[in-house]
């Protein structure tokens, strides 16, 4: 609908006329129960946590003075630096080992000609984020300990001397968190080769590429978008994984979310808070880093 005015020299202006209120206000009340749930479940807890951090505890007590020390500690003590690194060094050897087995299982995946294959396997690389963290966990502890199948096998067959420590660890932290987040890495590469025009592979292949070349000028360019995704998101949830590393790490893996957890638990909370804002503050600087890197990626 448009209405017409007249401009100053005399001709017709056609201005759009503005759209009805209960359209206007349409979107703003379906995304108010969303907006409702982030902001109690979300904002809230978070700038209560925020409030916290500039506590002190000292001896057992939560003193509420308005203060730095808690962040100096945090920040300047060799210890925290020391799990900070731990937990950047577990993110990053998950998210490197979880693409190098996602992207062939997504290129798999893709060049599958029969559709009843490709949904089963789907279905099948899915199935890991349809168990509980907790069984899956309790189950990969069975399978990597020293008299476990893994071990068995290395041992009888391959002739290894003696167990492989895989357990209590961060490989068998890596191993499981890879397991977990792999449908997160594959999926997202998945979905952007189902993009890709075929006529630019055929015509690559047309003007003489062979299948490497091909691959390396036409296809893994197409994908970045999709690699980078995935690794922004198994590189986030890896931040803040708490019940694998709990469990498979045995107590010997140090890192942020564990350490909030065992603040909390002795009630120390402004340490608690300090080290959530951390946790928080590499998620953000991840995704912003990532979000910087689609930019290039995208063609």
């Given at each position: 609908?448009?209405?017409?005015?007249?401009?100053?020299?005399?001709?017709l202006?056609?201005?759009?006329?503005?759209?009805?209120?209960?359209r206007?206000?349409?979107?703003?009340?379906?995304?108010?129960?969303?907006?409702?749930?982030?902001?109690?479940?979300?904002?809230?807890?978070?700038?209560?946590?925020?409030?916290?951090?500039?506590?002190?505890?000292?001896?057992?007590?939560?003193?509420?003075?308005f203060?730095?020390?808690?962040?100096?500690?945090?920040?300047?003590?060799s210890?925290?630096h020391m799990?900070?690194?731990?937990t950047?060094?577990m993110?990053?050897?998950?998210?490197?080992?979880?693409?190098?087995?996602?992207?062939?299982?997504?290129?798999?995946?893709?060049?599958?000609?029969?559709?009843?294959?490709?949904?089963?396997?789907?279905?099948?690389?899915?199935?890991?984020?349809?168990?509980?963290?907790?069984?899956?966990?309790?189950?990969?502890?069975?399978?990597?300990?020293?008299?476990?199948?893994?071990n068995?096998?290395?041992?009888?067959?391959?002739q290894?001397?003696?167990?492989?420590?895989?357990?209590?660890?961060l490989?068998?932290?890596?191993?499981?968190?890879?397991?977990?987040?792999?449908?997160?890495?594959?999926?997202?590469?998945?979905?952007?080769?189902?993009?890709?025009?075929?006529?630019?592979?055929?015509?690559?292949?047309?003007?003489?590429?062979?299948?490497?070349?091909?691959?390396?000028?036409?296809?893994?360019?197409?994908?970045?978008?999709?690699?980078?995704?995935?690794?922004?998101?198994?590189?986030t949830?890896?931040l803040?994984?708490?019940?694998?590393p709990?469990?498979?790490?045995?107590?010997?893996?140090?890192?942020?979310?564990?350490?909030?957890?065992?603040a909390?638990?002795?009630?120390?909370?402004?340490?608690?808070?300090?080290?959530?804002?951390?946790?928080?503050?590499?998620?953000?600087?991840t995704?912003?880093?990532?979000?910087?890197?689609?930019?290039?990626?995208?063609?």
């Open positions: 609908m448009t209405d017409a005015v007249s401009n100053t020299s005399g001709k202006a056609i201005t759009p006329a503005k759209p009805p209120f209960t206007r206000i349409m979107p703003w009340l379906l995304l108010s129960p969303v907006m409702t749930v982030m902001l109690g479940a979300f904002v809230m807890p978070l700038l209560t946590f925020f409030q916290y951090s500039f506590y002190r505890f000292e001896r057992g007590r939560l003193i509420e003075d203060s730095f020390d808690t962040y100096i500690e945090f920040f300047t003590d210890y925290y799990v900070i690194l731990d950047l060094k993110a990053s050897v998950t998210t490197f080992v979880s693409i190098v087995i996602g992207y062939p299982l997504a290129y798999a995946l893709w060049r599958m000609q029969k559709p009843w294959m490709q949904k089963w396997f789907a279905v099948i690389i899915f199935s890991p984020i349809l168990v509980s963290v907790v069984v899956r966990t309790y189950g990969w502890t069975v399978l990597l300990a020293d008299q476990g199948p893994i068995w096998f290395l041992q009888q067959i391959l290894f001397p003696e167990p492989v420590r895989l357990v209590f660890n490989t068998g932290v890596v191993i499981s968190l890879t397991h977990v987040f792999l449908p997160f890495v594959v999926f997202p590469i998945f979905s952007v080769m189902q993009r890709i025009d075929p006529n630019l592979r055929e015509a690559a292949m047309d003007l003489g590429a062979g299948w490497w070349t091909t691959f390396r000028r036409v296809t893994f360019p197409l994908t970045l978008p999709g690699l980078v995704s995935g690794a922004q998101i198994a590189f949830l890896a803040g994984a708490f019940v694998t709990q469990i498979l790490g045995g107590g010997r893996i140090l890192i942020l979310p564990l350490q909030v957890y065992t909390t638990t002795e009630i120390n909370w402004p340490l608690a808070a300090v080290g959530g804002i951390a946790l928080l503050g590499l998620a953000m600087i995704v912003m880093i990532s979000n910087r890197l689609l930019r290039f990626s995208e063609v």
